[in-house]
């Protein structure tokens, strides 16, 4: 075991390790009318045919010019796919669909409040709006190819709107999560280097219209002392024409889109013919250090692998109404809300609030009424969902094909729940394991090939092919009932590109660990560090056990604990900072912090509060932590170093283990007492 095994936690080390579940078929009325059900897709996407499988993917989509090269790695391990392609994003996700769709929704947005009018946005509209809105950016805002673009939107039609219209022009977005503070957006203007921002004034949550401008101007001022100018804030409004926010409009710097947009009304915007491997989006991420990265996403490889695995695994077809209920502000969103259904023509809702305003059956009368059947949600949410409303389900008349989950382990009581009281033991259910960082998924069952099992993701996807090695770089073999590092042998098309700017953090955070020769050419040379702990069943299906880094996924929501801490560390009276997850039954993990204060200040409440307030300030309301706990001094080794694993242990009312070598090993008891 490694030194930094020994002085950190992996969530791995805490996760649930539930055992094996037995199979669950997909109902003959799944299999019937599913998109794929000829198990030779396996054989077709074997590596004996990689990379030339992942034609079938990019033959989904509309190319201005075809590729000569499927995949190029003369840049090793910065892959290129379809190279010599040329495409654009908005147009495959909306003009070709324009002949014999043009009056089908596209997009069915639901407000949160229910008394407010169902927006059912057809192909043609979004078009059209996409098309004024792109006219904007460009003779407005002056942005063009290559540019980027910072976007702090939250769930509202203009999102996708937004997106696409960058899309258009070849400019790069960059999309907040709406809940992120104005902190955090700032730090992803100055990365990106953003010279406009695109907000909103506001919008619901939880019952309340929330002020979302008064963000873009704590974002706009911190970028400015990070040297970033935003010379320009468009506001779109939640009202159009109405002002939702007391806070004012900074004369000559922010504009409402609404009344920018009268000038550009019937304006049309000719898609620009995109490179394939020209980056269409950057999604920022939590990684091992306190700074978000950048995962920067293609334009044609990136769609081919969202369309192909939306139709494969996703089952979308063009009469579906499909409702993934995450935010577009992660890359569920994107890929799986946004890229992907509309790349196929599909109808995807929209929905602007939380799942249980105003009580435990909105969700299931959204499906209800819009006659969703295709319905993909996370973990947290159905365990939410199960808590407050066990039977809500059973109260409403819809009817589900298919329903997906991701972003955590599901446990298999839940699984169950979701299976047989959600899906009303009809839907085919997918667990789909993946990360910002891969565009698409890399384990799940393809719906009516591979039956289910609760608790598994299931196989490789086509094409991808996993590993799972030790800590030596020894392959563990299938079944061998032993967990480790799960990789990915080989490229696909929905893998990032890079982290935005900082190409040596990505080889060494992806691809150092396992790479078999630094210099190498050749795509085997370098498997893909996932970050994940897995096993691997007799039967292929991977059981994911949780993060081997300093990650902590929250409610699906990934953190950095190095992130939690400097934000921690903001707060002038704290000397050091310690984050660690704790299992939790509803969110699956929440972090605890540990500080310790600087000589001459006193642990109080009031401090204690000041501190948990700092982090949702720096970071937003998600990074609050479960409980700060002051303490007179942190575990540390006789180095110095922190020792995360024996706080975890006592958060998570686990055993300590053996802290003789410790340079402090009174301190353990002392802050055992304190939180037990
Ligand atoms: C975790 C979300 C178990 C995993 C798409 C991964 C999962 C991280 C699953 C990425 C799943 C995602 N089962 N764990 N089905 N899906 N994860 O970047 O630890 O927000 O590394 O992407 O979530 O989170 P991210």
């Avoid at 969902?385 to 991701?406: A, Q, S, W």
């Avoid at 599901?410 to 169950?416: G, L, R, S």
Wanted: charged share 25%; glycine share 8%.
């Amino acid at each position: 075991m490694s030194e930094k095994e020994k002085t950190e936690t992996s969530e791995a080390e805490i996760a649930v390790h539930w055992g094996e579940e037995a199979y669950y078929y997909p109902s003959l009325e799944f299999v019937a009318q599913a998109n794929c059900t000829d198990p030779s897709i396996y054989e077709r996407f074997s590596l004996d045919n990689f990379p030339n499988c992942y034609k079938e993917y990019a033959d989904l989509l509309d190319w201005y010019e075809y590729w000569h090269t499927t995949l190029d790695t003369s840049d090793a391990p910065c892959w290129k796919w379809f190279v010599g392609g040329k495409i654009n994003a908005s147009y495959n996700c909306i003009d070709r669909h324009l002949p014999k769709n043009r009056n089908k929704t596209a997009i069915h947005f639901v407000p949160e409040l229910e008394e407010d009018k169902v927006e059912h946005i057809t192909y043609q509209e979004l078009y059209v709006r996409v098309n004024e809105f792109a006219a904007l950016l460009r003779d407005f805002a002056g942005l063009k190819r290559g540019d980027r673009v910072t976007l702090h939107l939250p769930m509202t039609p203009e999102l996708p709107i937004t997106m696409l219209a960058c899309a258009r022009l070849g400019v790069i977005h960059s999309q907040v999560f709406g809940g992120f503070s104005g902190k955090a957006a700032a730090d992803r203007v100055v990365d990106s280097r953003s010279h406009v921002l695109i907000t909103i004034d506001g919008y619901f949550r939880g019952g309340h219209l929330l002020d979302h401008k008064e963000k873009a101007d704590i974002a706009v001022e911190a970028a400015a002392k990070e040297g970033q100018t935003v010379d320009k804030v468009l506001v779109w409004q939640r009202y159009p024409g109405k002002n939702s926010t007391p806070t004012p409009m900074v004369d000559g710097r922010d504009y409402f889109v609404n009344d920018l947009l009268k000038k550009y009304y019937g304006a049309r915007v000719e898609p620009e013919k995109m490179p394939a491997e020209a980056p269409l989006f950057l999604m920022y991420t939590s990684g091992t250090t306190g700074k978000p990265k950048g995962c920067q996403h293609s334009t044609g490889g990136y769609l081919a692998y969202v369309a192909g695995t939306s139709k494969f695994v996703q089952d979308i077809h063009p009469e579906d109404v499909y409702w993934c209920m995450a935010d577009i502000g992660w890359i569920t969103g994107h890929s799986y809300i946004v890229y992907g259904p509309l790349a196929l023509g599909a109808s995807s809702v929209v929905y602007e609030g939380i799942p249980n305003y105003p009580d435990a059956g909105r969700a299931w009368r959204i499906a209800q009424d819009l006659n969703v059947n295709i319905f993909h949600t996370a973990p947290t949410t159905i365990r939410a969902l199960r808590k407050i409303g066990p039977d809500e389900p059973r109260k409403y008349n819809y009817k589900f094909k298919h329903m997906t989950t991701v972003g955590e382990p599901i446990e298999p009581a839940v699984w169950k729940w979701y299976y047989e009281v959600v899906g009303k033991k009809q839907a085919a259910v997918v667990d789909t394991w993946w990360q910002t960082e891969t565009g698409g998924f890399l384990c799940s069952t393809l719906p009516a090939i591979k039956p289910m099992k609760p608790g598994s993701a299931g196989p490789g996807m086509p094409g991808i092919h996993p590993v799972i090695y030790d800590e030596d770089g020894k392959e563990i073999p299938t079944g061998a009932n032993k967990a480790g590092n799960i990789c990915i042998r080989n490229p696909w098309p929905g893998g990032f590109q890079t982290i935005w700017g900082d190409r040596e953090r990505f080889v060494r955070q992806y691809y150092e660990r396992y790479c078999k020769n630094p210099k190498s050419k050749d795509w085997r040379d370098w498997p893909y560090l996932t970050g994940d702990a897995a096993m691997e069943a007799a039967d292929g299906y991977f059981r994911i056990l949780g993060r081997i880094d300093d990650v902590i996924n929250v409610s699906g929501h990934r953190l950095g604990t190095k992130e939690l801490e400097s934000a921690a560390l903001v707060v002038p009276e704290v000397a050091e900072a310690a984050v660690v997850p704790v299992s939790d039954e509803i969110k699956g993990k929440v972090p605890d912090l540990y500080v310790s204060l600087k000589p001459g200040f006193q642990a109080s409440p009031e401090l204690a509060k000041k501190i948990s307030d700092a982090l949702a300030r720096e970071i937003g309301p998600i990074a609050k932590p479960r409980k700060v706990w002051i303490v007179t001094d942190m575990p540390k080794t006789r180095s110095g170093k922190i020792m995360r694993r024996v706080l975890s242990a006592i958060s998570n009312k686990g055993d300590v283990g053996d802290v003789s070598t410790l340079a402090n090993p009174e301190i353990v008891d002392q802050i055992r007492k304190m939180v037990l």
